[in-house]
């Protein structure tokens, strides 16, 4: 005689197996997902403070601080704000002990610095380049940490090197160090170049006209390279978005240039400049490794300098209620998972309501907030550098509470003695390694013969077309899944008294076995279904049929028509896949399901999407969708999703309301603002829209009726294109 087991939900994948069994119909039952058994909670996720000990630094200005995995973030350079000392030390912050250290480091000694960047590479060196040392000489060398033996060495480099500069930004991309702008010369003019050092090489690529900033983020994504925030020429804090399509452009893939190649840029951007500035050859250069400190631009470079041989484009975000503007504040901007985060921490003129984690969906390019700010930051601590590991997935803030910092001849120092650590993966945020797999790369071709333009890889399609094809066709299945019809409702409650139409699907056992870790446990112990071979799943079949796609074929990807599938999993059924990745701990599948819900959110299903992360814990996505049926409200409760909630669900989202939210008719919406598009209690979290406001200054939400069904609540950002 087998036993069965009861089904709880769990994270730990040593977890029992689950099951009971049905001698009715002689066939293996797994338990149903436990929808009542919430997990949610009204207190958002809260990042913790630790205080360090130790060589904290002090005062450190353009430094570098960089997180370089096995909790360790490691500092260089930098100066002193209050004596103008400029340092080449190297600090390193174990965040397990909570300390830091100066390192003794060997080899070739770099001299000090401030304004460079320090990249990590091959997991285990930073690559630092640039900078301005103390006599206000700019540099334009390359020098490597080795972290592991704690020596400097420096290549010998070919090529033209580009204009020594301190404040600009690099990235690590496809064995590339990609360098933009940044300040040089003695009247600190702003640099409008792009260019690459090539790693494999070691040689430096010719030098494009890209914008001009300072203190901005570069990353690649998607064939471009895009830049945002910082400073422009004339000083300012920018809200532009630029970017350069490299798809198709031989031009970056050049390593010589000769003098004589002229390139015809196929756009050129309003405003900038096609002039060429040479600096004054006689001034004065001081010495950094090697010689290494420019302050003027020789004649190759001036001829290596042309405009880009890609598009380039520019976006400017002129107003948006998901972003603080970057002017006001202390922003930081990291990228991750097709993601530009800016972090809008507390500074004096910016109030607790106004800070938040905003994320610019680079595939829209929308903005949305992930979390408001009073749910990440103290209000009372200033934060003065952000690192990131290489995934993506966790950031840390270094910075301390102001008045509680050292003071001298009764001047606040910044001193780096506290760290905020945030798991963006408890904000949705699902890391660029996931990413990059369920992401189509830029200029490829297909990845399918019979299917050319597939989201799935080459396997993925084959065995998709194997797929639910009866044994007789020769498809080589040899297991039958069920799922309960989709007209039918669920009383998970009375599952064992209630008999459903079930709906049978033929899939491989093997595939099961080797992609679903529960159905490897459960056959392996030969219970009944190994003898059956057949398994009842009570899900929906649409749901089921999803979910098992998904292991053929590891995607949840929507599917253009043109691929000439039948699949393609609804934001219904991906929410139902959501809480069957938590209930059979798979944290893949979790992440691609909250990614997709929290990009494609909609008025059908908004309230679904809302009950099922709530069933599966993912509380973000919960508030998310919260947030959104609340924005649209009106619409919301006339969709099936909304009808097809069970009353104790009904009753829970009504909830989300706050004790002193009221409905407002249209005419009283128009007298307090509302259909102008202004925000209520200044601090609000979302816009006012013709459907929807939420004052969070008092603590309610006004939920009006409208006669528009073309309202969405990331409509309301008003841009230039160029």
Wanted: charged content about 20%; hydrophobic content about 35%.
């Amino acid at each position: 005689m087998m036993a069965s087991t009861t089904p709880v939900p769990s994270h730990s994948a040593t977890s029992s197996p689950l099951g009971s069994l049905s001698s009715s119909n002689n066939t293996f039952t797994m338990p149903p997902s436990p929808s009542r058994l919430r997990k949610s909670s009204s207190a958002p996720y809260k990042p913790h403070i630790i205080t360090t000990v130790g060589a904290r630094p002090a005062c450190l200005v353009n430094a570098s601080v960089t997180y370089v995995g096995d909790d360790q973030i490691y500092a260089f350079g930098g100066f002193d704000q209050y004596t103008d000392e400029v340092y080449n030390h190297v600090l390193r912050l174990n965040l397990k002990t909570k300390q830091w250290n100066l390192v003794d480091n060997y080899g070739d000694i770099p001299g000090v610095r401030m304004g460079h960047t320090a990249s990590l590479w091959e997991g285990h060196k930073l690559l630092v380049y640039g900078g301005e040392n103390e006599h206000r000489a700019y540099l334009s060398d390359v020098i490597i940490f080795d972290l592991r033996s704690a020596t400097w060495t420096q290549p010998e480099i070919g090529g033209v090197p580009p204009r020594g500069r301190a404040r600009h930004s690099a990235v690590i991309h496809d064995e590339k160090l990609w360098i933009s702008g940044g300040m040089t010369g003695h009247a600190s003019d702003v640099l409008d170049d792009v260019c690459y050092l090539d790693l494999k090489t070691w040689t430096w690529s010719r030098i494009w006209k890209f914008v001009p900033r300072l203190d901005h983020t570069l990353w690649v994504w998607s064939g471009r390279i895009w830049a945002f925030g910082g400073m422009n020429e004339d000083m300012e804090h920018s809200s532009e978005l630029w970017w350069i399509d490299f798809r198709g452009s031989p031009g970056f893939g050049q390593r010589s240039v000769d003098s004589r190649d002229r390139l015809t840029p196929s756009w050129k951007a309003s405003g900038q400049s096609q002039s060429i500035q040479v600096y004054n050859p006689n001034a004065q250069s001081h010495t950094a490794n090697s010689g290494s400190a420019q302050t003027m631009l020789s004649a190759a470079q001036v001829q290596n300098t042309r405009p880009s041989p890609g598009t380039v484009s520019m976006l400017k975000f002129v107003s948006t209620p998901h972003l603080t503007a970057q002017s006001v504040g202390h922003h930081f901007h990291v990228y991750s998972s097709g993601y530009l985060l800016d972090f809008a921490t507390p500074a004096s003129v910016l109030s607790t309501a106004e800070t938040s984690l905003c994320a610019l969906d680079l595939e829209t390019l929308r903005w949305f907030r992930l979390a408001d700010g009073k749910d990440l930051f103290n209000p009372t601590y200033r934060w003065h550098y952000c690192a990131m590991n290489e995934d993506g997935t966790q950031t840390w803030l270094l910075g301390c509470p102001p008045e509680s910092a050292i003071t001298r001849d009764n001047i606040t120092e910044e001193l780096l003695s506290d760290v905020l650590h945030i798991d963006l993966v408890k904000l949705g945020v699902i890391g660029n390694k996931l990413h990059s797999e369920v992401t189509r790369s830029s200029g490829q071709g297909p990845t399918s013969d019979t299917i050319p333009r597939s989201p799935l890889s080459a396997i993925g399609a084959d065995l998709a077309r194997m797929f639910d094809q009866p044994p007789e066709t020769g498809s080589g299945t040899d297991f039958i899944v069920t799922g309960i019809n989709d007209d039918e409702i669920i009383d998970h409650s009375m599952m064992d008294k209630q008999h459903h139409t079930t709906k049978s699907l033929h899939v491989h056992k093997l595939i099961l076995q080797a992609r679903w870790p529960h159905f490897a446990r459960l056959y392996h112990s030969q219970m009944l279904e190994f003898h059956t071979k057949k398994l009842a799943l009570p899900e929906p079949y649409s749901t089921v049929r999803a979910f098992l796609y998904y292991l053929y074929t590891d995607s949840i990807a929507r599917v253009d028509a043109a691929d000439n599938t039948k699949e393609d999993p609804s934001l219904g059924n991906v929410a139902g896949m959501l809480v069957m990745a938590n209930m059979y701990d798979m944290p893949r599948l979790r992440g691609l399901c909250v990614d997709r819900l929290g990009k494609e959110l909609d008025v059908e299903h908004a309230a679904a999407i809302w009950e099922r992360a709530s069933t599966a814990g993912e509380d973000w996505l919960r508030r998310r969708a919260a947030r959104y049926c609340m924005t649209h409200w009106g619409r919301v409760v006339r969709t099936e999703a909304f009808r097809s909630l069970p009353q104790p669900s009904i009753v829970e989202l009504c909830e989300e309301i706050d004790e002193e939210g009221r409905v407002l008719g249209g005419a009283e919406l128009e007298v307090v603002g509302g259909l102008s598009g202004s925000r209520l209690g200044g601090g609000s979290a979302g816009p006012v829209s013709l459907g929807a406001s939420r004052r969070r200054g008092t603590g309610s939400v006004m939920v009006a009726g409208t006669d528009s069904d073309e309202i969405d609540e990331d409509v309301e950002v008003e841009m230039d294109v160029s």
